[in-house]
Protein backbone atom coordinates (compact mmCIF):
# COMPACT_ATOMS: atom_id res chain seq x y z
CA UNK A 1 0.00 0.00 0.00
CA UNK A 2 2.59 2.15 0.84
CA UNK A 3 4.75 1.31 -2.47
CA UNK A 4 1.58 2.63 -4.41
CA UNK A 5 1.40 5.79 -2.13
CA UNK A 6 4.47 6.58 -3.06
CA UNK A 7 4.24 5.48 -6.62
CA UNK A 8 1.41 8.39 -7.18
CA UNK A 9 3.06 11.03 -5.48
CA UNK A 10 5.81 10.64 -7.87
CA UNK A 11 3.53 10.82 -10.50
CA UNK A 12 1.79 13.90 -9.18
CA UNK A 13 5.23 15.52 -8.97
CA UNK A 14 6.43 14.56 -12.44
CA UNK A 15 3.06 16.00 -13.96
CA UNK A 16 3.20 18.91 -12.15
CA UNK A 17 6.66 19.75 -12.83
CA UNK A 18 5.85 18.98 -16.83
CA UNK A 19 3.13 21.60 -16.22
CA UNK A 20 5.18 23.93 -15.08
CA UNK A 21 7.91 23.95 -17.60
CA UNK A 22 5.35 24.40 -20.25
CA UNK A 23 5.23 27.43 -22.47
CA UNK A 24 2.45 29.71 -22.44
CA UNK A 25 2.29 32.17 -24.38
CA UNK A 26 1.06 35.78 -23.31
CA UNK A 27 0.12 38.40 -25.50
CA UNK A 28 2.31 39.93 -27.79
CA UNK A 29 2.59 43.72 -26.28
CA UNK A 30 4.06 46.44 -27.79
CA UNK A 31 6.43 49.05 -25.96
CA UNK A 32 3.40 51.45 -25.09
CA UNK A 33 2.59 50.89 -21.27
CA UNK A 34 -0.42 52.05 -19.81
CA UNK A 35 -1.16 51.84 -15.95
CA UNK A 36 -4.07 49.59 -14.78
CA UNK A 37 -4.66 50.51 -11.33
CA UNK A 38 -1.70 50.06 -9.53
CA UNK A 39 -0.14 47.92 -12.49
CA UNK A 40 1.60 49.29 -15.56
CA UNK A 41 0.73 47.01 -18.60
CA UNK A 42 2.15 46.86 -22.49
CA UNK A 43 -0.81 47.94 -25.01
CA UNK A 44 -0.79 44.82 -27.18
CA UNK A 45 -0.20 44.59 -30.82
CA UNK A 46 -2.67 45.42 -33.33
CA UNK A 47 -1.53 43.23 -36.22
CA UNK A 48 0.76 39.83 -35.13
CA UNK A 49 2.01 37.43 -37.76
CA UNK A 50 2.92 34.08 -36.55
CA UNK A 51 5.42 32.01 -38.57
CA UNK A 52 5.41 28.10 -37.34
CA UNK A 53 8.87 26.43 -38.79
CA UNK A 54 11.19 23.69 -38.11
CA UNK A 55 15.21 24.02 -38.23
CA UNK A 56 17.75 21.23 -38.70
CA UNK A 57 20.97 21.10 -39.03
CA UNK A 58 23.14 21.04 -42.15
CA UNK A 59 20.35 23.88 -43.91
CA UNK A 60 21.07 27.16 -42.30
CA UNK A 61 21.28 29.52 -44.67
CA UNK A 62 25.02 30.99 -43.44
CA UNK A 63 27.86 30.74 -41.11
CA UNK A 64 28.55 34.17 -39.70
CA UNK A 65 31.13 34.95 -36.50
CA UNK A 66 31.32 30.96 -36.51
CA UNK A 67 27.12 30.57 -35.58
CA UNK A 68 24.69 28.77 -37.95
CA UNK A 69 22.15 31.40 -39.00
CA UNK A 70 19.15 30.52 -40.35
CA UNK A 71 16.63 33.45 -42.39
CA UNK A 72 12.78 34.49 -42.59
CA UNK A 73 12.11 36.77 -44.99
CA UNK A 74 9.56 39.58 -44.35
CA UNK A 75 8.37 42.09 -46.65
CA UNK A 76 6.56 44.75 -45.44
CA UNK A 77 3.91 47.06 -47.31
CA UNK A 78 4.10 50.43 -45.45
CA UNK A 79 5.53 52.48 -42.81
CA UNK A 80 5.44 51.27 -39.34
CA UNK A 81 6.37 53.11 -35.80
CA UNK A 82 7.68 50.19 -34.68
CA UNK A 83 7.60 46.39 -34.99
CA UNK A 84 8.16 43.73 -32.65
CA UNK A 85 9.59 40.12 -32.91
CA UNK A 86 9.83 37.12 -30.62
CA UNK A 87 10.32 33.86 -31.08
CA UNK A 88 9.86 30.50 -28.70
CA UNK A 89 11.34 26.94 -29.04
CA UNK A 90 9.51 24.53 -29.22
CA UNK A 91 6.87 25.67 -30.76
CA UNK A 92 4.50 23.95 -28.49
CA UNK A 93 0.86 23.78 -28.84
CA UNK A 94 0.02 27.60 -28.72
CA UNK A 95 -2.80 28.67 -30.25
CA UNK A 96 -2.03 31.07 -33.11
CA UNK A 97 -4.37 32.66 -35.54
CA UNK A 98 -4.01 31.70 -39.23
CA UNK A 99 -0.19 30.95 -38.60
CA UNK A 100 2.16 30.83 -41.81
CA UNK A 101 3.60 27.11 -42.47
CA UNK A 102 7.39 27.08 -42.92
CA UNK A 103 8.98 24.21 -44.43
CA UNK A 104 9.60 21.16 -41.94
CA UNK A 105 7.02 22.12 -39.52
CA UNK A 106 4.53 19.89 -40.47
CA UNK A 107 6.56 16.44 -40.55
CA UNK A 108 8.28 17.81 -37.44
CA UNK A 109 5.38 19.17 -35.11
CA UNK A 110 5.71 16.46 -32.79
CA UNK A 111 8.92 16.65 -32.02
CA UNK A 112 10.73 17.66 -28.44
CA UNK A 113 13.92 19.00 -29.44
CA UNK A 114 14.53 23.02 -29.36
CA UNK A 115 16.87 25.37 -29.40
CA UNK A 116 18.41 28.52 -27.24
CA UNK A 117 17.10 31.24 -29.53
CA UNK A 118 19.17 34.06 -30.55
CA UNK A 119 17.19 36.92 -32.76
CA UNK A 120 18.09 39.68 -34.99
CA UNK A 121 15.56 42.25 -37.22
CA UNK A 122 17.36 43.13 -40.48
CA UNK A 123 16.11 45.74 -43.11
CA UNK A 124 17.70 45.80 -46.40
CA UNK A 125 18.10 47.96 -48.97
CA UNK A 126 15.30 46.90 -51.20
CA UNK A 127 12.25 49.28 -50.89
CA UNK A 128 10.46 47.67 -54.37
CA UNK A 129 9.17 44.66 -54.84
CA UNK A 130 10.38 44.68 -58.35
CA UNK A 131 14.05 44.11 -56.30
CA UNK A 132 12.77 41.16 -54.26
CA UNK A 133 14.34 39.11 -56.51
CA UNK A 134 17.45 40.45 -57.03
CA UNK A 135 17.85 40.82 -53.44
CA UNK A 136 21.05 38.52 -53.09
CA UNK A 137 22.94 41.71 -54.00
CA UNK A 138 21.17 43.88 -51.22
CA UNK A 139 22.84 45.37 -47.95
CA UNK A 140 21.52 44.06 -44.95
CA UNK A 141 21.25 46.56 -41.95
CA UNK A 142 20.39 45.05 -37.87
CA UNK A 143 18.40 46.94 -36.26
CA UNK A 144 18.23 45.23 -33.36
CA UNK A 145 18.98 41.64 -31.82
CA UNK A 146 18.07 39.74 -28.63
CA UNK A 147 19.23 36.36 -27.18
CA UNK A 148 17.70 35.97 -23.97
CA UNK A 149 13.60 37.65 -22.44
CA UNK A 150 12.50 37.77 -19.36
CA UNK A 151 9.24 38.39 -20.63
CA UNK A 152 9.01 34.99 -22.56
CA UNK A 153 7.77 31.70 -21.12
CA UNK A 154 10.71 29.06 -19.60
CA UNK A 155 11.45 26.60 -22.33
CA UNK A 156 11.16 22.59 -21.62
CA UNK A 157 14.63 23.00 -19.34
CA UNK A 158 13.36 25.13 -17.19
CA UNK A 159 15.16 28.04 -18.50
CA UNK A 160 14.14 31.31 -20.42
CA UNK A 161 16.05 31.38 -22.93
CA UNK A 162 13.69 32.56 -25.36
CA UNK A 163 13.78 35.56 -27.08
CA UNK A 164 12.19 39.02 -27.70
CA UNK A 165 12.73 42.40 -28.98
CA UNK A 166 11.13 45.54 -29.99
CA UNK A 167 11.98 47.94 -32.37
CA UNK A 168 10.75 51.85 -32.85
CA UNK A 169 11.45 53.56 -36.39
CA UNK A 170 14.19 56.23 -35.98
CA UNK A 171 12.53 58.86 -38.59
CA UNK A 172 15.49 60.76 -38.74
CA UNK A 173 17.91 58.04 -40.02
CA UNK A 174 17.16 56.20 -43.17
CA UNK A 175 19.34 53.35 -42.26
CA UNK A 176 16.84 52.48 -39.39
CA UNK A 177 13.70 53.73 -39.87
CA UNK A 178 11.01 51.43 -40.54
CA UNK A 179 10.52 51.92 -44.09
CA UNK A 180 8.29 50.07 -46.58
CA UNK A 181 10.64 47.11 -47.68
CA UNK A 182 12.39 43.76 -47.15
CA UNK A 183 13.20 42.97 -43.65
CA UNK A 184 14.54 39.48 -42.43
CA UNK A 185 14.25 38.11 -39.06
CA UNK A 186 18.32 35.71 -38.28
CA UNK A 187 18.30 33.39 -35.59
CA UNK A 188 20.46 30.78 -34.46
CA UNK A 189 21.23 29.61 -30.84
CA UNK A 190 23.32 31.47 -28.12
CA UNK A 191 26.16 29.06 -28.68
CA UNK A 192 27.93 28.04 -31.33
CA UNK A 193 26.97 24.99 -33.09
CA UNK A 194 23.50 23.15 -34.17
CA UNK A 195 19.96 24.48 -34.47
CA UNK A 196 17.55 21.66 -34.14
CA UNK A 197 14.01 22.23 -33.40
CA UNK A 198 10.39 23.73 -33.88
CA UNK A 199 9.67 27.13 -33.17
CA UNK A 200 7.20 29.43 -33.41
CA UNK A 201 8.33 33.47 -34.82
CA UNK A 202 5.85 36.05 -34.01
CA UNK A 203 6.21 39.87 -35.61
CA UNK A 204 3.88 42.21 -34.14
CA UNK A 205 2.63 46.02 -35.16
CA UNK A 206 0.83 49.01 -33.17
CA UNK A 207 -0.68 49.34 -36.86
CA UNK A 208 -2.24 47.16 -39.33
CA UNK A 209 -0.54 46.03 -42.11
CA UNK A 210 -2.24 44.18 -44.29
CA UNK A 211 -0.05 42.92 -47.14
CA UNK A 212 2.87 41.39 -44.69
CA UNK A 213 4.26 38.28 -45.92
CA UNK A 214 7.16 35.31 -44.53
CA UNK A 215 8.82 32.84 -46.11
CA UNK A 216 11.94 31.09 -45.24
CA UNK A 217 12.77 31.73 -49.36
CA UNK A 218 12.84 34.73 -51.62
CA UNK A 219 10.95 32.58 -53.67
CA UNK A 220 8.43 31.69 -51.53
CA UNK A 221 7.84 35.29 -50.88
CA UNK A 222 7.61 35.85 -54.17
CA UNK A 223 4.84 33.34 -54.48
CA UNK A 224 2.82 34.28 -51.72
CA UNK A 225 2.66 37.66 -52.82
CA UNK A 226 1.34 37.39 -56.16
Known amino acids: ?16 FGTSHAQKLKAFGSSIEKKVGPVKK ?44 RMMSPAGKTKTKDPIMGAGYEENKGSKDFFDTYITLERSSVFLKDGIADSANATWTTLKKNDDSGEMPKQPSGRKYNSL ?12 ALTKGLYRIGFTSY ?5 NGTFLAQV ?19 AQMK
Not at 191 to 195: A, L, N, Q
Request: hydrophobic share 45%; net charge positive.
Open 191 to 195: KKGEV
Open 42 to 85: RVPYLDVISYLGHASPGTENEVKDGKKFYYIYLWVPAVAPELGL
Open 204 to 222: GSPVKLPGVVMSNTIEGLL
Open 1 to 16: MKSIKIVSLLAIFLFA
Open 165 to 176: LRYESQVGDPLK
